[in-house]
């Protein structure tokens, strides 16, 4: 049972736009969400997160929203550059602080 | 300040054989959690370390066991090597809370392991 979802495999961008990624839950007892970005054969990067008591963080390029009543989570990447092509987890933490990652979304910056 | 750090980078071993994963957590940092990422899957829980006791745990066999020092640093050891163990397995810090409330996890660059 996929808790956390991303239903997307792959995104393409052009340079300069936005880039959204999007990440569904199914557990409401989720208190915290994170956004990790990887390159293969590394250890993921921490980019930003998210209380579950907050419905946006930014930081910089980088805006993180939060949906509870429609446990849906999305990444905002503005402007978008090819440096950020990579692959992106969403992941969700209970209190215990074990994360659960979606499938993650293969990101593609075009110059 | 040092990161997440994870030794060694690669290692190649065969079935049936036990091998010994190390990682020293970020500055500060007293909580550890291994993580194992198939190749084209997403990183998947193996179990946490705080206070240099096993805290939570995934959905893996006895086969996979940790252990924390006094120090934070922490081991993953897996014996009975089988060839599904071929993985990047991941080392991740954070600062454990009071009451347990969730905080970001830092990840290390990982080990790769094959299994032959």
């Known amino acids: 049972d996929q808790q956390v979802k991303q239903n997307s495999p792959s995104l393409s961008v052009q340079e300069g736009r936005i880039s959204i990624l999007n990440c569904d839950y199914t557990?409401?007892?989720?208190?915290?969400f994170l956004w990790y970005k990887k390159y293969p054969a590394e250890g993921p990067t921490f980019l930003i997160s998210?209380?579950?008591?907050?419905d946006k963080n930014e930081d910089g390029r980088f805006t993180v929203f939060l949906n509870k009543s429609a446990k849906h989570l999305s990444l905002h990447i503005v402007p978008s550059q090819p440096g950020d092509s990579a692959v992106y987890f969403c992941?969700?933490?209970?209190?215990?602080?074990?994360?659960?990652f979606g499938q993650g979304t293969e990101l593609s910056v075009k110059p | 300040d040092a990161g997440v750090t994870q030794s060694p980078t690669h290692l190649i071993k065969t079935r049936g054989q036990q091998v010994t994963l190390r990682c020293s957590p970020k500055?500060?940092?007293?909580?550890v959690s291994w993580y194992q990422q198939a190749l084209g899957q997403e990183p998947q829980f193996i179990f946490q370390?705080?206070?240099?006791?096993?805290?939570q745990r995934g959905n893996f066999p006895d086969r996979f066991s940790g252990h924390q020092f006094p120090n934070y640093s922490s081991e993953l050891n897996v014996n009975a090597l089988l060839l599904g163990d071929s993985a990047l397995y991941l080392c991740?810090?954070?600062?454990?809370?009071?009451?347990?409330?969730?905080?970001?996890?830092?990840f290390g660059p990982g080990t790769r392991l094959l299994v032959l």
């Open positions: 992941a969700a933490s209970l209190v215990t602080g074990k994360l659960i």
């Open positions: 998210i209380s579950s008591i907050k």
């Open positions: 500055s500060g940092h007293d909580t």
């Open positions: 557990n409401s007892m989720f208190d915290y």
């Open positions: 370390y705080y206070e240099e006791e096993e805290r």
């Open positions: 991740a810090s954070s600062l454990g809370l009071a009451g347990g409330a969730s905080e970001t996890q830092y």
